[in-house]
């Protein structure tokens, strides 16, 4: 079982930056692929951004490519997303999520997921 919690969200201005934690239970998280997903108030859950366990692959959302970045420390147990030209419509609930055999951009593939982090980004 792998738990992750979330933090780091909050109150920004538009063009601001923000960098949300997902920080996981287990020892083993290192060998887990992780994924950030969002869901803005009334939107369906969206693909934000995902990485290998190595760190070596990643994957984005093209509305958040090269404003996001994703990256992980496997000896914290924590997968961050470094989130720059902080957009209104980039308001959302954030959550990680994590699976051991899929990377990519379909939730219904990851197996544990947080509780979410809310971002809000004032116009």
């Known amino acids: 079982q792998v738990q992750l919690v979330e933090s780091g969200g909050g109150l920004v201005e538009a063009g601001g930056s923000l960098r949300l934690s997902c920080a996981a239970s287990?020892?083993?998280?290192?060998?887990?692929?992780v994924g950030w997903f969002r869901r803005a108030p009334g939107k369906e859950r969206e693909f934000v951004a995902a990485?290998?366990?190595?760190?070596?692959?990643?994957y984005y959302a093209d509305s958040v490519k090269g404003r996001f970045t994703i990256s992980r420390d496997n000896a914290k147990n924590t997968v961050y997303l470094q989130m720059n030209s902080l957009k209104p419509e980039d308001t959302a609930d954030y959550y990680c999520?994590?699976?051991?055999?899929?990377?990519?951009?379909?939730?219904?593939?990851?197996?544990?997921w947080g509780q979410g982090t809310q971002v809000t980004v004032s116009s």
């Open positions: 999520a994590a699976t051991f055999d899929y990377i990519g951009s379909y939730s219904r593939n990851y197996d544990y």
């Open positions: 990485i290998s366990w190595s760190g070596g692959t990643l």
């Open positions: 287990a020892r083993t998280i290192s060998r887990y692929r």
